[in-house]
């Protein structure tokens, strides 16, 4: 009744080198494939080294430095909660545990500082505001300041570090992208220019591209046998991205992709896949019921919107102030260099489609005000461009005027740019969705500028559309302080034009 274990019939473990092999291979596989199989995992081990670092730190350098402030447990915690919370919210603004950013890049190292002196002066200011009612609560300041200055290396170099292995983990994996037509070539086509390194398998659904390639010599070469490919996701796949019209894609297999959503891998449409990697909107795959998703922080009656308004009047109306004597100093630089007019009129779009005369310093020559339809465009290094206005334009002060429209209501301090009448009306000929961006008031910067460099052609017009319509649908004071930080390290960097 029991089997011989001398017998014939072979032993449940007795297993060939190479079934051994296999499975060795799997389990390495496994193991270093699992901050790519979870997108979250990556964040959170950031946000756990974050929290655990600064409290370590913080403590070490006020245990040895003797600060009396140590000596009261409770008030030393709360400072402590205080701090990380700014902290780890500063570094979610700017996509500090978001495994989809480059951490290795020399512009999030930039953004990582700037976030980390702002961290420190908004947490400062709320610490030694409530000092000022509760003496005990006051840390010293040499302890939070050398605090700070040990974590900003430490959290950029373990960033870097995780980013490394994401990215030799990645190196291992591809996303399977469902379809072969027009949609998956654009895709394939944007994929290929971005900082996405892993690659790239294309299924036909229907076998009738098999063996070709998705956007010419040297592109992927489009397979076939969907069946296997989605029984074999966890080993091979770290998403898959369905780049086909939804006409063209059966019930049976819809009904398996979302199974697979819930239970093991990530499935993307275009449009999460560009939300979520690019942080802009795919154009072509968006249809006229775009606005109407569910999702729009625009179309709730959301207390930030009426939030937004009140830090458009307080700033806007404290940096007219503040600015003032720079003011006049550029007014008085544009007058001796170029002579009269000081300030640039231009009718504009607002939102709604409503029109606005804007605001700016000259920067061009008095005589080309009155621009032809045929040359609407300011180009890199164009001659009509003064010597002071190029400067101006380089740091962004020729835009300040523009502090005055936002007062008046007209504009924003962020927001998509307001166009020219006369570009805005080609554009809507042209551009599909384009009069989407009038949903919102246009700003003095914003997510498409910060992201994409000035526009000199109607292509560049739809590119930088894609991040207007993100910001669109992401309208947020999360989204709007990421613009903050990027626009501080655009000028500080000199990338304005």
């Known amino acids: 009744m029991f089997d011989d274990p001398l017998g014939s019939s072979p032993r449940p473990d007795a297993q060939s080198g190479d079934e051994i092999a296999a499975k060795a291979k799997s389990k390495r596989r496994t193991k270093t494939s699992v901050f790519v199989a979870h997108d979250w995992i990556?964040?959170?081990?950031?946000?756990?080294?974050?929290?655990?670092?600064?409290?370590?730190?913080?403590?070490?350098?006020?245990?040895?430095?003797?600060?009396e402030f140590f000596a009261g447990p409770f008030e030393f915690i709360l400072v402590d909660v205080i701090q990380v919370f700014v902290i780890c919210q500063a570094l979610f603004m700017i996509g500090g545990y978001d495994r989809n950013n480059d951490m290795r890049a020399l512009n999030y190292t930039a953004e990582h500082i700037l976030a980390m002196i702002g961290a420190a002066a908004v947490s400062s200011?709320?610490?030694?505001?409530?000092?000022?009612?509760?003496?005990?609560?006051?840390?010293?300041?040499?302890?939070?300041?050398?605090s700070f200055v040990i974590f900003l290396p430490w959290s950029i170099a373990y960033r870097r570090a995780i980013a490394r292995t994401l990215a030799k983990t990645a190196a291992a994996r591809a996303f399977l992208v469902i379809g072969s037509g027009e949609l998956a070539a654009r895709f394939y086509d944007?994929?290929?220019?971005?900082?996405?390194?892993?690659?790239?398998?294309?299924?036909?659904?229907?076998?009738?591209?098999?063996?070709?390639?998705?956007?010419g010599s040297g592109s992927p070469i489009i397979e076939g046998d969907l069946a296997t490919k989605l029984a074999n996701l966890n080993e091979r796949y770290s998403g898959v991205v369905i780049a086909e019209r939804v006409d063209r894609i059966q019930p049976e297999l819809l009904e398996r992709l979302v199974r697979t959503q819930f239970q093991r891998t990530r499935v993307y449409t275009l449009e999460s896949f560009y939300e979520a990697h690019w942080r802009h909107?795919?154009?072509?795959?968006?249809?006229?019921?775009?606005?109407?998703?569910?999702?729009?922080?625009?179309?709730?009656?959301s207390p930030y919107h009426y939030l937004k308004r009140l830090f458009d009047v307080g700033l806007a109306g404290g940096l007219l102030v503040i600015c003032s004597p720079l003011l006049g100093l550029i007014a008085l630089a544009v007058l001796l260099a170029n002579g009269k007019p000081m300030l640039f009129k231009q009718p504009r779009v607002g939102r709604e489609g409503e029109i606005f005369t804007a605001l700016k310093f000259r920067t061009m020559k008095a005589s080309i005000?009155?621009?032809?339809?045929?040359?609407?465009?300011?180009?890199?290094?164009?001659?009509?461009?003064?010597?002071?206005?190029?400067?101006?334009?380089?740091?962004?002060?020729d835009e300040l005027p523009q502090l005055w429209n936002v007062l008046r209501g007209d504009m924003s301090l962020i927001g998509p740019r307001a166009e020219?009448?006369?570009?805005?009306?080609?554009y809507e000929k042209k551009i599909p969705f384009y009069h989407f961006r009038h949903l919102v008031k246009p700003g003095i910067t914003g997510w498409a500028q910060v992201n994409y460099p000035y526009g000199e052609s109607e292509e560049d017009a739809i590119e930088k559309l894609k991040y207007d319509l993100y910001y669109i649908r992401h309208y947020s004071l999360k989204l709007d302080a990421m613009i903050v930080l990027k626009t501080v390290h655009t000028v500080l960097f000199g990338k304005g034009r």
């Open 42 to 67: 990556a964040g959170l081990v950031c946000l756990g080294i974050d929290i655990v670092s600064w409290i370590l730190l913080y403590g070490a350098i006020s245990f040895l430095r003797r600060d």
């Open 125 to 146: 200011l709320i610490v030694y505001a409530a000092a000022a009612y509760d003496s005990s609560m006051k840390p010293s300041r040499g302890v939070v300041l050398m």
């Open 190 to 215: 944007t994929y290929r220019r971005s900082p996405n390194r892993q690659r790239l398998e294309f299924v036909d659904i229907e076998g009738e591209r098999i063996g070709q390639h998705i956007a």
């Open 281 to 301: 909107v795919p154009v072509h795959s968006i249809d006229p019921f775009w606005p109407l998703q569910m999702g729009f922080q625009l179309a709730r009656n």
């Open 369 to 397: 005000q009155n621009e032809t339809e045929e040359d609407i465009y300011t180009r890199e290094g164009d001659p009509r461009i003064t010597r002071v206005g190029r400067w101006l334009r380089k740091l962004r002060l």
């Open 420 to 426: 020219w009448i006369k570009c805005a009306e080609r």
